[in-house]
């Protein structure tokens, strides 16, 4: 039995372009590149991200209407901070700055080309004291 794997698909105007921002900042590697249909995935992950040409005989209509999102992928990354400085470095706006929250994300939001939103997280030691308050304790 083969293992589950997990796919979303981003459908934009330009594949390259959204392929090229996901390796770039989110260390991400292209697997398939049919030009309108291009796949990324980091490494060996049993997931993958799809990214469609709006309007390819492939996507329904209704799809390819669509200009907008509401769908948020999250990408955990090893140093949140560095992922931030290399996007505004090259010309990418942040929506917020990187912030630790106390149940351990040190995390911001970006959307990629496609106007897709993106939180990119650092895992973190939670506060102690959130921690405690809100986590099971062992036996």
Same mark, same amino acid.
């Not at 590149?33 to 469609?52: N, P, Y």
């Given at each position: 039995?083969?293992?589950?794997?997990?796919?979303?698909?981003?459908?934009? *105007?330009? #594949? /390259?372009?959204?392929?090229? %921002?996901?390796? &770039?900042?989110?260390? @991400?590697?292209?697997?398939?590149?049919?030009?309108?249909?291009?796949?990324?995935? +980091?490494?060996?992950?049993?997931?993958? @991200?799809?990214?469609? $040409? +709006?309007?390819?005989?492939?996507?329904?209509?209704?799809?390819? /209407? @669509?200009? $907008?999102?509401?769908?948020?992928?999250? %990408?955990?990354?090893?140093?949140? *901070?560095?992922?931030?400085?290399?996007? +505004? $470095?090259? !010309?990418? &706006?942040?929506?917020?700055? #990187?912030?630790? $929250?106390?149940?351990? &994300?040190?995390? %911001?939001?970006? +959307?990629? #080309?496609? !106007?897709?939103?993106?939180?990119?997280? &650092?895992?973190?030691?939670?506060?102690?004291?959130?921690?405690?308050?809100?986590? #099971?304790?062992?036996?």
């Amino acid at each position: 039995m083969q293992p589950a794997v997990f796919g979303a698909t981003v459908v934009t *105007d330009r #594949p /390259a372009e959204v392929a090229a %921002f996901y390796t &770039q900042y989110l260390d @991400l590697q292209i697997g398939i590149d049919l030009g309108w249909f291009i796949t990324v995935r +980091r490494g060996t992950a049993d997931w993958e @991200l799809a990214i469609a $040409e +709006r309007g390819h005989p492939t996507i329904p209509a209704a799809v390819s /209407a @669509l200009t $907008e999102t509401g769908n948020v992928f999250g %990408f955990v990354v090893d140093d949140a *901070d560095k992922v931030a400085d290399a996007l +505004r $470095e090259g !010309g990418v &706006q942040l929506e917020g700055e #990187p912030v630790t $929250e106390p149940f351990g &994300q040190r995390h %911001f939001f970006v +959307r990629d #080309p496609a !106007g897709t939103w993106i939180d990119v997280i &650092q895992l973190v030691e939670p506060d102690p004291d959130w921690a405690a308050a809100n986590l #099971p304790t062992a036996p």
